[in-house]
């Protein structure tokens, strides 16, 4: 087959749906992706199969659910099962994957993938890392009211010294900037057809939500000073460690109203800094005359409550705020229709769709190929494994409070869902009564067939990227 299209997938690591002006926000406009809908899909309706980068990632690349590719959490490496990057390889495309995610640097879930962060300094961020580290060392040996004081003062000034001196942005940003650099270089050598996945951790609480000057200010009237108080004192009490996430979910820990919503305003900010980061891609393409015959899928991993069922970040929960994530496909071969898809989909339908799209062969998994057909119904899959890694003292204290670790979700849409939690046997949701919907869930899980992981040990510099992301 000759002139196949290239393939650019874009992940928008914690995007939700209604913060995105395709789907009903206006007030976090994404200026240059809404400019492409004319010529391209729009899902309204996509559900993503879990609530964090790595099962969800794994789905993707695979077109298997969470409970059947096992990937929930660190120490697990992929089974035996094709991913598309392999599928594209053996079929002549060249692949490579850029990120700044550490989950992505953990069972080899980005197999198929041949050059992965290609050109990347790594001597640099290296001794980055050793510097970093050193001086948490020097703050961590003091006690802990002087290492919160410390933590305080370092970030507020840190903050405040990036937005006023309207500091670069691969200064202030989660390494998007850098990744667009590092495409606009490899892009001087590659050949068709190509595969890239791209992943913007731009708009994860890790990044403190510090988008860059301007796009601190587009969505609040908020001083300088105020958002970097917030930044520096107030994200950290919610988001600055997987327990302190835990006890914001058990009511324990929650911000005042002027601080919840200066969340939302600064990530929308960063949303609308993706947005830019895109257009520098496809601007990137253009230039190098590979626009016209690139396929670009761009789509939210999940979501992130700002208080929905007391959650901030993506934890605890599969409430909508973190399961509809935007999903946008722009395909010159013309086998999707530019238009806008009210059904159900999945993002592990991107698998068949990719695979179809590209006139490669599609093995046989759950994966609906939507230039076909869409679903009735979307499942969720959510594994809670990180709260069994949690200190025994503290998983002691909060297990009984906490949401249960496992819930297993179906949806149609928001009035029809119900949620079904394993361990207790138990259902909620708005249809948690609905018979139907139960068997539908059950006969779903019945049917899918599990692939076997293997233990794998991560490397250093995996466990501390986690670390940095508040994840361990």
């Not at 993707?60 to 598309?84: A, D, N, Q, S, V």
């Not at 989909?345 to 991107?350: E, F, K, N, P, Q």
Request: a neutral charge.
């Amino acid at each position: 087959m000759t002139n196949r299209p290239n393939v650019v997938c874009i992940s928008i690591d914690s995007a939700r749906a209604d913060f995105c002006s395709l789907f009903n926000d206006r007030r976090s406009p994404l200026p240059f992706v809404s400019s492409l809908a004319s010529e391209s899909t729009i899902f309204e309706k996509a559900i993503t199969p879990s609530v964090f980068t790595l099962p969800v990632h794994t789905s993707i690349f695979t077109g298997l659910f969470p409970i059947e590719h096992g990937m929930t959490w660190r120490g697990k490496k992929l089974g035996e099962h094709p991913t598309f990057a392999e599928i594209l390889s053996t079929e002549g495309y060249n692949t490579a994957a850029f990120h700044n995610n550490g989950w992505f640097d953990t069972g080899d879930i980005l197999r198929g993938f041949a050059d992965i962060n290609p050109n990347k300094n790594k001597s640099e961020s290296k001794a980055d890392n050793k510097s970093n580290r050193n001086l948490l060392k020097k703050i961590v040996s003091a006690s802990d009211t002087i290492m919160e004081g410390a933590r305080y003062t370092y970030n507020f000034q840190n903050n405040l010294r990036k937005w006023l001196n309207n500091a670069e942005p691969s200064a202030v940003d989660s390494g998007g900037s850098k990744i667009v650099n590092t495409i606009s270089q490899y892009s001087e050598t590659v050949n068709d057809p190509f595969c890239w996945f791209i992943h913007l951790n731009d708009a994860h609480f890790s990044g403190g939500y510090t988008p860059p000057d301007p796009h601190h200010k587009s969505y609040t009237n908020r001083s300088t000073l105020g958002l970097a108080w917030n930044q520096s004192i107030w994200h950290h009490r919610i988001y600055g460690s997987r327990i302190k996430k835990r006890k914001v979910a058990t009511g324990d820990i929650q911000p005042p109203a002027r601080e919840a919503e200066t969340f939302k305003n600064l990530y929308r900010g960063c949303l609308e800094y993706c947005d830019t980061l895109i257009k520098r891609v496809v601007d990137i393409l253009k230039m190098k005359n590979k626009w016209d015959n690139t396929i670009l899928v761009i789509f939210g991993d999940h979501g992130d409550s700002f208080g929905e069922q007391n959650i901030f970040g993506h934890q605890c929960s599969v409430d909508d705020s973190l399961i509809r994530v935007p999903l946008f496909i722009r395909d010159p071969t013309k086998k999707l229709t530019f238009d806008r898809v009210s059904n159900p989909v999945s993002l592990v339908d991107l698998y068949a769709t990719i695979l179809s799209l590209t006139g490669a062969d599609i093995p046989e998994t759950d994966s609906r190929d939507l230039t076909k057909r869409s679903r009735e119904y979307a499942y969720v899959y959510y594994d809670d494994m990180g709260t069994q890694t949690l200190p025994n003292s503290v998983l002691k204290r909060l297990e009984d409070d906490l949401p249960p670790r496992q819930m297993y979700a179906v949806w149609k849409n928001p009035d029809t869902k119900i949620v079904w939690y394993p361990e207790e046997n138990k259902y909620s949701g708005t249809s948690a009564e609905n018979d139907h919907l139960q068997s539908v869930l059950h006969n779903h899980i019945e049917k899918l067939s599990k692939v076997d992981t293997s233990a794998e040990k991560i490397d250093n510099q995996a466990l501390t990227r986690l670390e940095n992301m508040g994840y361990l």
